[in-house]
């Protein structure tokens, strides 16, 4: 099986190239490094097959040869981070939007079956009690930088839907809940890295907001075994599938948790939204998943809760620590 993995040097994608490599699968990495790096991939590299192709999925030609050469691809390449998102709005509109056409109008001349990762931002302001498939979108206004990344995979989800009902081709759409683990870095803004960053330094942990906001992290460890699974079963095509975690915590409860798992002396501090991300950053109260439609499809089952999740991140910081001298 050659299997096509855009954004494989990210977090999630290099997770999926090591899971997809120990499956036997002859993998290529299309990826710009951008937010990624080659060190992601240290564990496959020099696997059977395995390719790494620096380079942009605007590149629609680049594209189109990898594709062609593909059985199947997974689509992960994105502009991802709250901070990528508002700092570089532009650039990550085009990512999201162009580079998932390439990717998808690809796929469907060459026939091969493709996966598009999503994102539960595309619930929006959403906050109901287990966000099912079919829940509605609640946005804030398209001038608040924020929600681009939410219209941009809800458009993203669309083109994958239509050229795949239209064309018989067999497509995935994944929704991830906040998933986290080790290689996550929290320079482009994702929250458990940072805290792991800066309880691990003693430094303050800095919760934006009020932190009563509530989350549920899910683990990469969980969240990647589904990808192939969902690509096996026709039942999922067409679809787009929620994929999460079980265990929700405020952000202030995290920031404890964190501490106390670190056995670290930082202290928690609280810095306004706006001072946090600029003018007019809106955050979502709480975001919760259903994913009874994984659980239905492929016996989706999260194992790992935020204890576990928290302690997995440490293990990988502190393996990766030089040794002093
Ligand atoms: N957050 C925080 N401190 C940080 C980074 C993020 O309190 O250093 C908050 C952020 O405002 C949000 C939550 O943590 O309420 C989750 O943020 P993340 O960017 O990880 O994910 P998302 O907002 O997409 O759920």
Request: glycine residues 10%; proline residues 5%; negative net charge.
């Given at each position: 099986m050659k299997t096509l993995v855009t954004g494989g040097a990210g977090f999630i994608g290099s997770h999926l190239c090591d899971h997809l490599v120990a499956r036997g699968h002859h993998v290529t990495v299309l990826d710009d490094l951008s937010t990624g790096t080659t060190e992601n991939l240290a564990g496959v590299l020099?696997?059977?097959g395995f390719t790494f192709v620096h380079g942009d999925i605007l590149d629609r030609d680049l594209v189109d040869g990898l594709v062609a050469e593909a059985d199947c691809v997974y689509h992960l390449a994105a502009a991802v981070g709250v901070h990528t998102i508002v700092d570089n709005p532009l650039r990550s509109l085009r990512t999201n939007l162009h580079g998932t056409e390439n990717v998808v109008e690809a796929a469907v001349a060459h026939k091969v079956p493709y996966m598009v990762a999503s994102t539960?931002?595309?619930?929006?302001?959403?906050?109901?009690d287990g966000l099912r498939e079919d829940a509605d979108r609640i946005y804030g206004?398209?001038?608040?930088?924020?929600w681009s990344y939410a219209a941009a995979k809800g458009l993203d989800e669309l083109v994958a839907y239509v050229h795949g009902s239209q064309s018989g081709v067999p497509c995935v759409i994944t929704r991830f809940f906040n998933v986290v683990g080790?290689?996550?870095?929290?320079?482009?803004?994702?929250v458990v890295p940072r805290f792991v960053g800066q309880a691990m330094a003693d430094e303050p942990v800095t919760v934006y907001g009020s932190g009563t906001q509530r989350r549920c992290f899910g683990s990469v460890f969980d969240v990647v075994p589904a990808l192939p699974k969902l690509m096996e079963t026709?039942?999922?095509?067409n679809r787009a599938v929620n994929l999460g975690g079980r265990e929700e915590v405020s952000i202030k409860g995290l920031a404890d948790r964190v501490v106390e798992l670190t056995g670290s002396t930082s202290v928690i501090t609280y810095t306004d939204y706006e001072e946090a991300y600029g003018e007019g950053y809106e955050d979502m109260q709480r975001r919760y998943p259903d994913t009874s439609l994984a659980q239905r499809l492929i016996g989706f089952e999260p194992t790992r809760g935020l204890d576990d999740i928290i302690h997995s991140i440490v293990d990988h910081r502190r393996a990766a620590r030089p040794v002093p001298a």
């Amino acid at each position: 099986m050659k299997t096509l993995v855009t954004g494989g040097a990210g977090f999630i994608g290099s997770h999926l190239c090591d899971h997809l490599v120990a499956r036997g699968h002859h993998v290529t990495v299309l990826d710009d490094l951008s937010t990624g790096t080659t060190e992601n991939l240290a564990g496959v590299l020099d696997a059977p097959g395995f390719t790494f192709v620096h380079g942009d999925i605007l590149d629609r030609d680049l594209v189109d040869g990898l594709v062609a050469e593909a059985d199947c691809v997974y689509h992960l390449a994105a502009a991802v981070g709250v901070h990528t998102i508002v700092d570089n709005p532009l650039r990550s509109l085009r990512t999201n939007l162009h580079g998932t056409e390439n990717v998808v109008e690809a796929a469907v001349a060459h026939k091969v079956p493709y996966m598009v990762a999503s994102t539960s931002e595309v619930y929006g302001k959403n906050d109901t009690d287990g966000l099912r498939e079919d829940a509605d979108r609640i946005y804030g206004s398209p001038t608040k930088s924020r929600w681009s990344y939410a219209a941009a995979k809800g458009l993203d989800e669309l083109v994958a839907y239509v050229h795949g009902s239209q064309s018989g081709v067999p497509c995935v759409i994944t929704r991830f809940f906040n998933v986290v683990g080790p290689r996550q870095t929290g320079r482009y803004g994702m929250v458990v890295p940072r805290f792991v960053g800066q309880a691990m330094a003693d430094e303050p942990v800095t919760v934006y907001g009020s932190g009563t906001q509530r989350r549920c992290f899910g683990s990469v460890f969980d969240v990647v075994p589904a990808l192939p699974k969902l690509m096996e079963t026709p039942e999922a095509y067409n679809r787009a599938v929620n994929l999460g975690g079980r265990e929700e915590v405020s952000i202030k409860g995290l920031a404890d948790r964190v501490v106390e798992l670190t056995g670290s002396t930082s202290v928690i501090t609280y810095t306004d939204y706006e001072e946090a991300y600029g003018e007019g950053y809106e955050d979502m109260q709480r975001r919760y998943p259903d994913t009874s439609l994984a659980q239905r499809l492929i016996g989706f089952e999260p194992t790992r809760g935020l204890d576990d999740i928290i302690h997995s991140i440490v293990d990988h910081r502190r393996a990766a620590r030089p040794v002093p001298a």
